[in-house]
T-cell receptor
Framework: DSGVTQTPKHLITATGQRVTLRCSPRSGDLSVYWYQQSLDQGLQFLIQ???????AKGNILERFSAQQFPDLHSELNLSSLELGDSALYFC?????????????FGAGSRLTVL | SQQGEEDPQALSIQEGENATMNCSYK?????LQWYRQNSGRGLVHLIL?????REKHSGRLRVTLDTSKKSSSLLITASRAADTASYFCARARGGADGLTFGKGTHLIIQP
């Protein structure tokens, strides 16, 4: 157990639907990162939050949004789902040391869009 | 394109042999990290090498970094079946910024 908790583990839904993925970071970690992993695109950085504020944005689609709450858990919202959104979505957290930013990953949420 | 490209994409060796994976990157780094991913699971941090370091060891792992060539290598000695996994290098620019991963090397250790 890495200490980063992601729910749900598996999710099957239909095109056009909306889903929410949830992440609880490791205790003491202030930064949360979201990554999407698919076979053809590899591991793509989506977005990062630090202590409730958006810190960096990667290849995140406009249909996707995220937030980090005061208790530091984060949610990734995916809407108007398409077949191509089927992927593993990982959350990772880190203690920001300012120099060496080692990420601790959760086990992932596998999304299947039918 | 992805920063942190691993080579080869796939590698199959016999148990007990050494496995070497390479990583190239394009821009300056603060540090470079290697992660392992067992099939369908989360990534696990293996080792970090800073930009002012040339070599680092951790158990059966040896990482080298050549900043002039913008490349790194990961050597796993005396491989075991349990080393079968995908290995990713990740570039860190420093500070609170996230890591940029390559597509990984899929390593298969044949018993």
């Amino acid at each position: 157990d890495s200490g980063v908790t992601q729910t749900p583990k598996h999710l099957i839904t239909a095109t056009g639907q909306r889903v929410t993925l949830r992440c609880s970071p490791r205790s003491g970690d202030l930064s949360v990162y979201w990554y999407q992993q698919s076979l053809d695109q590899g591991l793509q950085f989506l977005i990062q939050y630090y202590n409730g504020e958006e810190r960096a944005k990667g290849n995140i689609l406009e249909r996707f949004s995220a937030q980090q709450f005061p208790d530091l858990h984060s949610e990734l919202n995916l809407s108007s789902l398409e077949l191509g959104d089927s992927a593993l979505y990982f959350c990772a957290s880190s203690v920001v040391t300012g120099e060496a930013n080692v990420l601790t990953f959760g086990a992932g949420s596998r999304l299947t869009v039918l | 394109s992805q920063q942190g490209e691993e080579d080869p994409q796939a590698l199959s060796i016999q148990e007990g042999e050494n496995a070497t994976m390479n990583c190239s990157y394009k821009t300056s780094i603060n540090n470079l990290q290697w992660y392992r991913q067992n099939s369908g699971r989360g990534l696990v941090h293996l080792i970090l090498i800073r930009s002012n370091e040339r070599e680092k060891h951790s158990g059966r792992l040896r990482v080298t970094l050549d900043t002039s060539k913008k490349s790194s290598s990961l050597l796993i000695t005396a491989s075991r079946a349990a080393d079968t996994a995908s290995y990713f290098c990740a570039r860190a620019r420093g500070g609170a910024d996230g890591l940029t991963f390559g597509k990984g090397t899929h390593l298969i250790i044949q018993p």
